[in-house]
């Protein structure tokens, strides 16, 4: 039981660029169920930054739950580009239900999705661990903050509450777009969702570097 | 399912090639979004008003699809007005909220603008077909067929997401699961969608790549996506509409370039 179990278990391909198309339908599968996400938190972002307009800067924080759709594909579908198609395609959907911010969504999908790509695109896709997917949310949080403060409303406000804002888009990123996102992709790949995809294969082969997913591996060779 | 397919009836701009919504749409916003000032919102969102009636869309879902803007402009201006950029004489003031003549007419401004970049794009939208849309990123644009077609795969399952998300709920309750908090219960409900939406997905892949799709061949289109005159007139008012808005708003010395 045990050889026949890793014999079958392939060892990891050789890392490729080319999309498959399983790539690209469940990219834009989480791109899609994302975007409704964002549509429903752009109608709750109203009342809750009116709440935070009291503390004028913080309505940063809210900043995150328009970032994870990028690092959730990125690092699911690894593949250069995952993360930039991934938030488009979630940015488009929300437009498509009808945003307040109209067709800016579609500028700040693709400014924040190329936050979020940069850095998995730094570590030359390969590196897949919890510091590098936090930076990624980082990397949206950095680029939603440099275009809220200068191109939104929160252009007219104080440098002060600028720079606020700035620090907590980029904690929100981390948190929710970074923190969150590695939470989800490492609960799919445990589902077994994943199996047509490096991401939950690898979990199975070498379960050494990464404890956390080793369970999945153990669990089919330890049935005799 | 009905905001995301939304009943397009015939009408001028429905017939219009997304393509050119688009281009039409996103000048716009990138003009406006450029300056802070109430001079060229004000001029945009008139102009777009009296291009409404032809956008073929009923009153109900025009107020339905635009209700996030008229919750938000207002909202956006009061924050504006009493957190904004402070000049001219101080109207009221208490801690560190201050109101001034320089933070009213920026918050007025805020206000407007937001409507004058929201309203084009979510009419434009609220009459365009997905399908459409992607036959025309395939042709007009030649975005590479597989991500556009795979992309408007991912977006033709949201109905069956829907279903998806009440029959889970169904199973839950069944099950007892998740009936302590609502948050916990959103949570668990949502990332189960997610297993379940991912492996359809890859399900999908199988079904879509054993018919075919995504061979290194070039593709060939069902439906025709041509980008004729109505198209070129729709991005010639876009242009005129902008070019109107900067050039009232200069004259009257009021544009002001948002990174200065």
Request: charged fraction near 15%; glycine fraction near 10%; hydrophobic fraction near 55%.
């Given at each position: ?224 | ?120 794009g979510i009419v434009l939208f609220a009459t365009t077909d997905p399908t459409d849309l992607a036959d025309g990123l395939g042709q007009v644009l030649r975005l590479p067929s597989r991500f556009v077609i795979g992309g408007l795969a991912g977006l033709r399952l949201v109905g069956l997401f829907i279903e998806d998300w009440r029959f889970l709920a169904l199973a839950r309750r069944a099950r007892g699961v998740g009936d302590s908090n609502l948050v916990s219960r959103i949570a668990g409900q949502g990332f189960s969608l997610l297993v379940l939406s991912v492996r359809r997905g890859s399900k999908l892949a199988t079904a879509m790549e054993a018919k075919g799709f995504g061979s290194r ?44």
């Amino acid at each position: 039981m045990n050889m026949a179990t890793t014999s079958i278990t392939r060892q990891p391909r050789a890392f490729s660029a080319r999309w498959r198309v399983v790539d690209i339908v469940v990219a834009s599968v989480i791109g899609v169920a994302s975007g409704v996400i964002f549509w429903a938190w752009g109608l709750a972002w109203t009342p809750l930054s009116a709440a935070l307009a009291f503390a004028p800067g913080l309505a940063g924080l809210l900043a995150g739950g328009w970032l994870f759709a990028g690092v959730l594909g990125g690092i699911v579908i690894r593949k250069p580009g995952a993360a930039l198609f991934t938030e488009v395609v979630a940015a488009v959907v929300s437009m498509l239900v009808g945003t307040q911010w109209g067709f800016s969504t579609l500028i700040w999908g693709v400014v924040e999705g190329l936050g979020a790509e940069l850095v998995l695109a730094a570590f030359l896709y390969s590196n897949w661990r919890l510091g590098v997917v936090l930076l990624s949310g980082a990397g949206a949080g950095v680029a939603v903050g440099l275009l809220d403060t200068n191109f939104t409303d929160y252009a007219a406000l104080d440098f002060g509450f600028k720079a606020v804002y700035f620090v907590s888009a980029v904690a929100s990123g981390i948190v929710i777009a970074g923190l969150l996102s590695w939470l989800a992709a490492r609960g799919l790949a445990r589902a077994g969702a994943l199996s047509r995809f490096a991401s939950g294969r690898l979990a199975a082969v070498d379960g050494e570097s990464e404890p956390v997913r080793s369970d999945s591996g153990t669990e089919a060779t330890s049935t005799p | 399912m009905s905001l995301i397919t939304p009943e397009i009836r015939a009408s001028t701009i429905a017939s219009v090639n997304p393509v050119a919504k688009l281009i039409a749409a996103i000048l716009l916003a990138l003009v406006l979004l450029l300056s802070i000032d109430w001079a060229s919102a004000l001029v945009a969102l008139v102009l777009e008003a009296l291009l409404l009636p032809f956008a073929g869309l009923a009153a109900r879902q025009f107020w339905l699809r635009t209700a996030p803007l008229w919750f938000a402009a207002p909202l956006a201006c009061l924050t504006t007005v009493l957190y904004g950029r402070d000049s001219g004489d101080l109207l009221w003031q208490a801690g560190f909220v201050s109101v001034t003549e320089g933070s009213v007419s920026l918050g007025v401004a805020i206000g407007v603008r937001i409507l004058a970049i929201g309203l084009p794009g979510i009419v434009l939208f609220a009459t365009t077909d997905p399908t459409d849309l992607a036959d025309g990123l395939g042709q007009v644009l030649r975005l590479p067929s597989r991500f556009v077609i795979g992309g408007l795969a991912g977006l033709r399952l949201v109905g069956l997401f829907i279903e998806d998300w009440r029959f889970l709920a169904l199973a839950r309750r069944a099950r007892g699961v998740g009936d302590s908090n609502l948050v916990s219960r959103i949570a668990g409900q949502g990332f189960s969608l997610l297993v379940l939406s991912v492996r359809r997905g890859s399900k999908l892949a199988t079904a879509m790549e054993a018919k075919g799709f995504g061979s290194r061949r070039e593709r060939t289109w069902a439906r025709e996506s041509t980008f004729g005159r109505r198209e070129w007139t729709l991005v010639a008012i876009a242009v005129v509409i902008a070019v109107l808005a900067v050039t009232l708003a200069v004259a009257l010395g009021t544009w002001k370039f948002v990174l200065s």
